[in-house]
Structure formats: structure tokens, C-alpha cells
T-cell receptor
């Protein structure tokens, strides 16, 4: 497809479990972003990749959250020891990565529910 | 600390009339502003943007106005159409950084 895709679309897990969320960016986009949207809030920045490296991870809430992008394309957001407060929609976006003003294109998100 | 604020959670407008969505920000380092539209079960879609060196940007039915002294921007939709019914997010970024700071959104409903 031409857009950003995210899998799974929904994930239900139990408190304390480990989860992985996947993002496939638009082909050729070097910049990739993860955001988290809690109920009634706007998207909140988590981490930004330029190529394979995390250029800014200042939004990760704690060390239970980790993200990788080993080949500069697909990215995986990993959450260890999930907590009920982690329940949210996790959004991925990508851009051309040429300038900070490049348009960020969002995927449909993964809705994570921690029971 | 909410750096980007959308104080109206919802707005209802008749089809054909003007919709005005407002956004305020507190960080004077913001120099690029955007509006995104979001339908249920979809990701946000870019709508229009404005740089801090401008005070107006227009794209078809959509116009964004920026008042730097008041730290305020607004999105005007004229004429409003039922398909415009969605949640609208205001976002901002600081020069040479890539992360967007979003407001909490305004739900726009356009009725016939």
C-alpha cells in the first residue's frame, strides 16, 4: 500500500506482559515517528528515527518503552511489563526526512488495551 | 504543562457557514504550526500549515491565521461541508526539531 501501515490494529494484553507494535512507513521515507494518544488527548510524541538511529527519544515515558528500526524501514515499539496506564492508541508516522517541516503521514494506529 | 491548547472540545456549524477553530500556544520557540484532521479509526491527516514568518496561509476552503503576539492561531473553513465533520488537532514544532506538539483537539460537526 502507499500509506503507513501498523500491525496489529488492536492488541489486548494482561498487566505485566510484553508487547510489540509494528510500523511500516511509506517507502523511501527516512524519518519515522511514534506517538501515543490517550483518550481525550492529542497525540503525544514518543520517539523519532532518522534512518536507523533514534534522533530524539525524549518522549519515551520510562525504560519499559523501547523502539528499534534496524534496517531504516520497519520499526517496532516494544513495551515491557505493561501497565494499565499504557492503554492508548499508538500512532506511527513517517516523512521524507529532508527538513523539520516535512509533512508527517500517520498510520491508523494500534489500539493497546492492558487489562 | 499543555503547550498547545484547544479550549473548545466541540463545535457545531450549519452546512455552508464558516467554521472557526481556535488554538493557543505558550512556547515562544514554536515557529511552525499545523492542522490535522482525524476521522474515527484512522490516523490524523495533514490539512494545512503555516510558518511563523507568515500570518496567513490559504488552501482552497481552508485558511490558517497566525497571531504571534497573541500566541494564537485559527483555522477557517468556508464553506463548511458535512464531510468536514471530524476531530481537528492543532500542532506546533520548534525550528529544526521534528517532533510535533499537539493540542487536545476540537470535534467539528457540520449539519445540513
Amino acid at each position: 500500500g502507499a500509506g503507513v501501515s501498523q500491525t496489529p490494529s488492536n492488541k489486548v494484553t494482561e498487566k505485566g506482559k510484553y508487547v510489540e507494535l509494528r510500523c511500516d512507513p511509506i517507502s523511501g521515507h527516512t524519518a519515522l515517528y511514534w506517538y501515543r494518544q490517550s483518550l481525550g488527548q492529542g497525540p503525544e510524541f514518543l520517539i523519532y528515527f532518522q534512518g536507523t538511529g533514534a534522533a530524539d527519544d525524549s518522549g519515551l515515558p520510562n525504560d519499559r518503552f523501547f523502539a528499534v528500526r534496524p534496517e531504516g524501514s520497519v520499526s517496532t515499539l516494544k513495551i515491557q511489563r505493561t501497565e494499565r496506564g499504557d492503554s492508548a492508541v499508538y500512532l506511527c508516522a513517517s516523512s521524507q526526512g529532508l527538513a523539520g517541516t516535512d509533512t508527517q503521514y500517520f498510520g491508523p494506529g494500534t489500539r493497546l488495551t492492558v487489562l | 504543562d499543555q503547550q498547545v491548547k484547544q479550549n473548545s472540545p466541540s463545535l457545531s456549524v450549519q452546512e455552508g457557514r464558516i467554521s472557526i477553530l481556535n488554538c493557543d500556544y505558550t512556547n515562544s520557540m514554536f515557529d511552525y504550526f499545523l492542522w490535522y484532521k482525524k476521522y474515527p479509526a484512522e490516523g490524523p491527516t495533514f490539512l494545512i500549515s503555516i510558518s511563523s514568518i507568515k500570518d496567513k496561509n490559504e488552501d482552497g476552503r481552508f485558511t490558517v491565521f497566525l497571531n504571534k503576539s497573541a500566541k494564537h492561531l485559527s483555522l477557517h473553513i468556508v464553506p463548511s461541508q458535512p464531510g468536514d465533520s471530524a476531530v481537528y488537532f492543532c500542532a506546533a514544532s520548534v525550528y529544526n526539531t521534528d517532533k510535533l506538539i499537539f493540542g487536545t483537539g476540537t470535534r467539528l460537526q457540520v449539519f445540513p
